[in-house]
């Protein structure tokens, strides 16, 4: 039995569609909410947390599966309603190894993640949690375009002398390449700040 205080959730994340893969391992408290993991994934992947998203669980079609992330004012009938995600536990439905759920991030661009519980494990004494422990490779910048976007971008930034060189050098955000990423780099926002923020910005 998952001790919420006391044990972790170890997780993978790949985003999906890309090759080499880019992926990370982390660490988070089982207490956490679809929320608190939300923001997780965000900062382990390098996102910046500026699209909506959303967590999809079971189902082969969208009308049987499981949503959770914000809740929307407008319905769909052929589209279950969105369980607020800062409600919901992570180990409601993934508490045992092997267990998935699909994460998605920017309905525009269209990131899919694949988000695996590897293990349940304890806490360390003195290490700090959530903690990214392993990944490869770097995040796509924002806005990009989706997968056909990003793959575009590598083209003309692998190749100098092409026209978009130079102003796509620009437009990339300072520090980054497709094949930087370090674990211990990685810092965490606290869920409950970043809940704040996007829900008192919604009300103004």
Known sequence: ??????????????????????????????????????????????????????????????????????????EWEDSPEVQPGWEISVIDYLSEAGDRTEYEYDFGDGWVHEVTLLRVEPREKGQRYPKCVAGERGCPPEDCGGIPGYESLLEVLFDPSHPDYESLSHWIPKGWGPELFKPERVRFDNPLKRWQIAFSAADM
Do not use: K, N
């Open 1 to 74: 039995m998952t001790d919420r205080r006391r044990d972790l959730l170890r997780i993978r994340i790949e985003l999906t569609g890309i090759s080499p893969p880019i992926w990370r391992e982390i660490l988070v408290p089982a207490r956490y909410s679809f929320w608190d993991l939300h923001v997780a994934i965000q900062d382990a992947m390098g996102w910046l947390d500026c699209h909506l998203h959303e967590f999809r669980i079971g189902g082969s079609s969208r009308g049987d599966v499981i949503l959770i992330g914000i809740p929307d004012d407008e």
